[in-house]
């Protein structure tokens, strides 16, 4: 099996920073943050970015200064989030793309997300990609729904994304698909030839998830995006779920993928700087 590769979703965009006090707002935090998981084992920082004061931003500025925080510290792959927050345009999500991250989200279809639609319209999805063809910039498809790789497979007809690609399944979000055993195998069997998938359980099931994909092959995704807690009324840092996710692999016998063995099973450009 390859080794793993573990991307940090550290901040999202939902977590209120009185939730918790582990949550990285400024860029400064995020790079010492993405630093810290890095030398726990992950390859990967999902990125969101937020004002002082916790509120979401996709000032293209603030997310230039955290990618900038972030390459003073360590090698991780920089991966900015295109899904934003719920409510934003989907001009001010591509806006962050200009600072030509290595790697970008696509969430490959619309979902109820609680009360709210998350809204990605295939207009919505065109846009995006045409952002990421401009800055060179390598798609990560997010499928939060059991219909999102066929509209994924649609886009690839239309000659806007190409296969084989990564793919993360976001399993567990309300409104979405459940984060299941079930699940998940029937989304790893329906993925196009030779792409490589990781998986994000959302809350509790964030661990269950994670140790299927290391056992099934896949990678994993874990962080406070989608999981604030270490164990039950434990809050969690993320460099602790990155560390924990590492160790058990390594038990395994899949020891955690470095961002350059990342970067080459993900077809990425080597890092030059
Ligand atoms: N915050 C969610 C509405 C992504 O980063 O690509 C969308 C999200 C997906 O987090
Ligand atoms: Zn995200």
Redesign the pocket.
């Known amino acids: 099996m390859q080794p793993l590769i573990v991307t940090v ?1 550290a901040v ?3 977590v209120r920073p009185e939730q918790t006090p582990h949550l990285p707002v400024t860029p400064e935090q995020l790079g010492e943050t993405a630093a810290r998981c890095r030398a726990a084992g992950a390859a990967l920082i ?1 990125v ?1 970015c937020r004002n002082d004061d916790g509120s979401n931003t996709a000032d293209p500025a603030r997310f230039a200064a955290a990618f900038a925080a972030i390459r003073a510290r360590t090698d991780i792959i920089v991966q900015f ?6 409510g934003m345009t989907p001009q001010e999500r591509a806006a962050p793309l200009a600072a030509r991250p290595e790697m ?4 490959c279809g619309s979902v109820n ?1 609680g009360d709210d639609v ?1 809204e990605n319209t295939f207009p919505i999805m065109r846009g995006i990609l045409a952002e990421m063809r401009r800055y060179e910039v390598v798609p990560e498809l ?1 499928i939060f729904d059991a219909g999102h790789l066929a509209n994924a497979r649609g886009l690839e007809r239309e000659g806007l994304l190409r296969f084989p690609c990564h793919v993360d399944f ?1 399993l567990g979000v309300p409104g979405g698909l459940e984060a299941s055993a079930r699940n998940l195998s029937y989304l790893v069997e329906g993925l196009p030839a030779g792409c490589t998938w990781s998986v994000a359980g959302i809350g509790r099931a964030q661990l269950a998830m994670a140790l299927l994909a290391v056992a099934m092959g896949g990678h994993v995704r874990v962080g406070l ?1 989608d999981n604030l807690y270490f164990s039950k009324g434990r809050l969690a840092t993320n460099e602790e779920l990155v560390a924990r996710v590492a160790r058990i692999a390594a038990e395994f016998g899949r020891p955690v993928a470095t961002p350059d063995q990342a970067r080459e099973l993900l077809g990425l450009r080597p890092l030059t700087i």
């Not at 989030?81 to 719920?86: D, F, I, P, S, Y």
């Not at 970008?104 to 969430?107: D, F, I, M, V, Y």
């Open positions: 979703a999202g965009a939902e999902h969101h989030t295109t899904g934003g927050a719920v970008a989200t696509l969430t997300f998350f997010e976001v995006e």
